[in-house]
C-alpha cells in the first residue's frame, strides 16, 4: 500500500515555470517506478514522464522532451516534476502514479497501482 499527495500546480502564463512536488508514504520501500501523467478536459490521461527507482532511468514524452525533468528526492519518498517553457496545451491535471511491478512498459498508465489525487496546472496564453 502506496500513498501519494502532489502539491505545487497553479496558474502561470505561457513560457513559465512550475514545479510539482509527490510525497509519498507507505509500503514505499517495494516500489519499481513513479511517473508523472496528466489529463486534459475532455482527453485521455496520458503519459508525461517517469523514473525507476532501482537505476533511475527516465524517460519522457515527445512532447514535453528538453521542457520537463523528472527526479527523486533523498532519501526517495518524494517525487519532483520541474517543468519549464510552459505552454497553453500543458494544462491539463497532473498524476503522480507508482508501480510495484518490475516493467519495461513504464509509460503506460496501465502498469501503475497507486495514484495521487492530482494537482492541477493552468497555463494561459
Known amino acids: 500500500q502506496v500513498q501519494l499527495v502532489e502539491s505545487g500546480g497553479g496558474l502561470v502564463q505561457a513560457g513559465g515555470s512550475l514545479r510539482l512536488s509527490c510525497a509519498a508514504s507507505?509500503?514505499?520501500?517495494?516500489?519499481?517506478?513513479m511517473g508523472w501523467f496528466r489529463q486534459a478536459p475532455g482527453k485521455e490521461r496520458e503519459f508525461v514522464a517517469t523514473?525507476?527507482?532501482?537505476?533511475?532511468?527516465?524517460y519522457y514524452a515527445d512532447s514535453v522532451k528538453g521542457r520537463f525533468t523528472i527526479s527523486s528526492g533523498n532519501p526517495k519518498n518524494r517525487l519532483y516534476l520541474q517543468m519549464n517553457g510552459l505552454k497553453p496545451e500543458d494544462t491539463a491535471v497532473y498524476y503522480c502514479?507508482?508501480?510495484?511491478?518490475?516493467?519495461?512498459?513504464?509509460?503506460?498508465?496501465?502498469?501503475?497501482?497507486?495514484w495521487g489525487q492530482g494537482t492541477q496546472v493552468t497555463v494561459s496564453s
Open positions: 502514479a507508482a508501480t510495484q511491478k518490475i516493467t519495461r512498459t513504464v509509460t503506460s498508465q496501465w502498469e501503475y497501482d497507486y
Open positions: 523514473i525507476t527507482w532501482s537505476n533511475g532511468n527516465t
Open positions: 507507505g509500503r514505499t520501500f517495494s516500489t519499481y517506478a
